[in-house]
């Protein structure tokens, strides 16, 4: 998923850090706000990224995904990155 980094951030529970998966801390979190105020503070758009590995059971092949209503999870997915 993409989107505004301070609403995808708020969807994760998890980050990927040095190819591996983290929780979500104060500590990182705060650095996290620090690289995103950096960024927009120099004028550029900044889009938050995040992934969820999805259950094949819940969600099988030709699963049709909705946005209005939502039918598939939006929390505790992993933050991946800002760009």
Same mark, same amino acid.
């Given at each position: 998923?993409? &989107?505004?980094?301070? $609403? ?6 998890? /980050? ?12 990182? /979190? ?12 120099? &004028?550029?758009? +900044?889009?938050? *990224?995040?992934? *969820? ?7 099988? $092949?030709? *699963? ?9 999870? /939006?929390? &505790?997915?992993? *933050? +991946?990155?800002?760009?």
């Amino acid at each position: 998923m993409k &989107g505004a980094p301070e $609403k995808i951030l708020e969807c994760c529970s998890t /980050i990927l850090l040095d190819g591996k998966e983290v929780k979500l801390d104060k500590s990182i /979190i705060a650095a996290y706000n620090t690289a995103y105020n950096e960024l927009g503070g120099l &004028g550029e758009r +900044v889009i938050g *990224f995040c992934d *969820f590995r999805l259950n094949s059971k819940k969600y099988p $092949k030709g *699963f049709k995904f909705n946005t209005d209503p939502i039918n598939f999870d /939006i929390k &505790g997915l992993r *933050f +991946v990155g800002l760009m």
